[in-house]
């Protein structure tokens, strides 16, 4: 019986979501919301839920729009360097 007690109390390892993601901060507010037992909106799965979908939330878009975004802003830098050199 104790050591059901020990397992049920045991915290759950927090989320890493995601920075710069809406979704991930979304989901990592609510899981917030859900986890604390003494919160209006406390639940125990949905919680869970909320953790599981941070961790298999996939980011290839969100990383490729970072990549093609650091893109643009080398091939600024390039044709702003490029300018200087000609003047
Ligand atoms: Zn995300």
Redesign the pocket.
Known sequence: METEDIFLAAPLPAPQ??PG?L??GALMEQWQQTRMPNSPQYDPSLSTDCAVEIGR?P?EVLKQRQKKQRETEENEERARRARRRKN
């Open positions: 979501p995601t993601c979704v991930c939330h980011h």
